[in-house]
């Protein structure tokens, strides 16, 4: 596609349960972020990829935190056993192969997580 | 650790008059800095970044902003807004290959 595709845009989970969220990045690009972004903050990082290689997940909050992008495309985050906390919007950017550290990041429009 | 200051959680602005958006980061080598906007509902989008050369930068709908080394600032401006520019803006650095982020500004446009 022509930009990044993020799925679901909205998600209800009750406390407890296992959500995956789904980011598609454009077409290429080698390098993929996830960010979490809380009501009335700034996005904080979660995890870094490169091709299928997770570089970084030290912003991950939790071990109930996962991240995987197997081939190198398209990207997963797992929360299990979701916790009110959990509650955000979920951003996932991608950058092209030797964007970093000057190039733009290309964001999708975010999955919001609302935990009950 | 890196990390940005946005000190302003909301601005409220006239249409048609002048914008400043203040902006600090904390790196100590050469920054490269960004500023992003993001509409309700939106993903964030760049308006424009600072990496070298000309501390004057210019963006696109009109934004521009200014590296001043001596006050580790990157602040935003626009000589006059416009009602469509409400929304939240994002002020970043990357030290290393990390994007920080700030916590936003949210801009409020009375007609």
């Known amino acids: 596609g022509a930009g990044v595709s993020q799925s679901p845009r909205y998600k209800v ?23 979490q972004q809380a009501l009335g903050q700034g996005p904080e990082f979660l995890t870094y990829f490169q091709n299928e290689a997770q570089l970084d997940k030290s912003g991950l909050p939790s071990d109930r935190f996962f991240a995987e992008r197997p081939e190198g495309s398209v990207s997963t985050l797992k929360i299990q056993r979701t916790q009110q906390e959990d ?4 951003l996932c950017a991608s950058i092209p192969i030797g964007g970093l550290p000057t190039g733009e990041l290309f964001f999708g429009e975010g999955s919001r997580l609302t935990v009950l | 650790a890196q990390s940005v200051t946005q000190p302003d959680i909301h601005i409220t602005v006239s249409e048609g008059a ?3 958006l203040r902006c600090n ?9 960004f500023w992003y906007v993001q509409s309700p509902g939106q993903g964030l989008q760049l308006l424009l970044k600072y990496f070298s050369g000309d501390t004057l930068v210019q963006g696109i709908k009109g934004f521009e902003a200014e590296f001043k080394r001596s006050q580790s600032s990157f602040n935003l401006r626009k000589p006059s807004v416009h009602w ?14 990390i994007p920080t982020f700030g916590r936003g500004t949210s801009l409020i446009v009375h007609p």
Do not use: M, N
């Not at chain 2, 980061?25 to 800095?33: E, I, R, V």
């Open chain 1, 13 to 35: 989970a009750k406390r407890g349960q296992d959500v995956a969220l789904r980011c598609d990045p454009i077409s290429g690009h080698v390098s993929l972020f996830w960010y």
């Open chain 1, 87 to 90: 509650s955000a919007v979920y």
């Open chain 2, 18 to 20: 002048s914008l400043e």
């Open chain 2, 25 to 33: 980061y904390s790196y100590g080598a050469t920054p490269y800095l």
């Open chain 2, 84 to 97: 469509s520019d409400a929304a939240e803006y994002f002020c970043a650095e990357v030290g290393s290959y």
